[in-house]
């Protein structure tokens, strides 16, 4: 978790949704996506806020070159859609979505990171969330079934942290 530590007080310059293709999902809720920052220092570098995909429980930072085949913000529901209805003819690749220009992240972009918090059960001493603050939103990063789901103030209200819940009290740690 030290990794994550290393986040504060890095801007974002750029901000990407990446997504798998939800192929006959039911629910939003069950789609696996994650963000991905770019900061000034590294602008070819994508850092991705994601859940491990080993033990599909802890958050996990991953780097990757930032994407050269980027689709629409404007396509993103249509797709969405036509992934879970199983009518989308494309590859299952990871899809990128730069969301930089969009009114729901606005109050991330340019903003500085302030904080970090983990997110476990009291029960557990391994977390299985992350909170990215920032001074007007927030990024929530959890896991779901096939992967990795995230919600800000104004995009993916889906409340996965209610599924936690039930199974224990939640331990919110900040990284400090």
Sequence with gaps: MKTFKELRNQEVKKLFLLVWPPLGEEKELDIDISFGFVFPQNPDRLCVITTDKENMWT?????????????????????????????????????????TDVQEFSNIIASKIQSIEFIGLKNNPEPFGVK????????????ISDGNTVETSQFNRNDNLLNFEHMGTLDIKSSE
Excluded: G, Q
Excluded at 77 to 99: G, Q
Excluded at 138 to 143: D, V
């Design 59 to 99: 958050p996990c930072l991953r780097f990757e070159e930032t994407p050269t085949k980027v689709h629409s913000w404007s396509s993103f529901e249509s797709r969405m859609n036509a992934w879970m209805k199983s009518e989308c003819e494309s590859d299952l690749e990871t899809e990128y979505y730069e969301v």
């Design 132 to 143: 990215v603050i920032f001074d007007n939103d927030y990024i929530l990063s959890t896991p």
